[in-house]
């Protein structure tokens, strides 16, 4: 959505800037936005906090652009050694489902280790300071924060999808259908610009993301992917999220994923 402002490619639509999936949720629940993008977790926390809002658009999956960040001189060798250790991540983004993940396929669980709820803003510093063990976080604040000194302990890889989301407040759903239309085709062909002029895209969205070209080159070519087809694959996939957080108790009521998939705008796309 970023590349699409930055080129000003649909003209007349008012922009918003939100640190993280939870804060553009919470901002779709007070009625402020009609559109927003987000992570895999973000939908489902705010169903289970009775947000109105539907999916109108999903990407394929980028599992690299989300990571267990660790300094190197720590020396933990696999995610297991963070057992009794500090994680920090942002609480409801994406990065929480992957912490889930992690802790299954290593046979942990989450008494196991120490997770502190941290903004992306708050998480750098704690990171830098060595006030935590390890940094659960994602493009771009993930290539902002590599350096010889930092070692990427995991990433999605086999063990989360990490889709992106197009949210959708209902009113607007139901009250400005076509609008959204047309701009997820935009959305859409934008996207499919960028990655096929990775160059031409960093030098837009440098400026507009406030990093520099490299970093922000190297962020995109793990985290912006193509738009995928908004199938009932994808609310069964949202399901097995929204049963995990259920079964941990981080969500208070079950959510059915399946109705959040707005067919309408299914045809938009692809």
């Given amino acids: 959505m970023s590349l699409v402002k930055a080129r000003n490619d649909a003209p007349g639509v008012t922009w918003s800037l939100f640190e993280s999936g939870p804060a553009l949720t919470e901002a779709i629940k007070a009625g402020a936005i009609d559109i927003g993008q987000t992570g895999e977790a973000p939908p489902i926390f705010a169903a289970a906090a009775k947000t109105p809002f539907r999916i109108a658009a999903v990407s394929q999956p980028s599992p690299q652009s989300e990571a267990v960040l660790v300094k190197k001189a720590r020396g933990f060798k696999t995610f297991a050694d963070l057992k009794g250790r500090t994680i920090a991540l942002?609480?409801?983004s994406n990065v929480h489902w992957l912490l889930v993940r992690?802790?299954?396929?290593?046979?942990?669980t989450l008494s196991d280790v120490n997770v502190k709820y941290l903004k992306p803003a708050e998480g750098r510093?704690?990171?830098?300071n060595d006030q935590i063990d390890a940094w659960i976080i994602w493009d771009p604040y993930f290539a902002l924060a590599e350096r010889p000194d930092v070692q990427i302990l995991a990433d999605a890889t086999g063990v989360a999808?990490?889709?992106e989301y197009i949210l959708v407040a209902k009113d607007a759903a139901d009250a400005k259908t076509e609008q959204i239309k047309s701009f997820l085709t935009t959305y859409e062909k934008t996207t499919a610009w960028g990655i096929a002029n990775p160059d031409e895209r960093a030098k837009v969205l440098a400026p507009e993301l406030k990093i520099d070209e490299?970093?922000?080159k190297r962020a995109l070519a793990?985290?912006?992917?193509?738009?995928?087809?908004?199938?009932?694959e994808i609310g069964t996939e949202l399901q097995a999220?929204?049963?995990g957080f259920t079964e941990l108790k981080?969500?208070?009521?079950k959510v059915d994923a399946h109705e959040l998939i707005d067919a309408r705008f299914a045809g938009a796309v692809q």
């Fill in 90 to 92: 942002n609480k409801g």
């Fill in 102 to 108: 992690l802790l299954a396929a290593n046979h942990l």
């Fill in 125 to 128: 510093p704690a990171f830098d």
């Fill in 161 to 163: 999808d990490n889709r």
């Fill in 214 to 216: 490299p970093t922000t």
């Fill in 222 to 232: 793990r985290a912006a992917q193509p738009v995928a087809p908004l199938t009932d």
């Fill in 241 to 243: 999220i929204a049963d």
């Fill in 250 to 253: 981080l969500i208070p009521v």
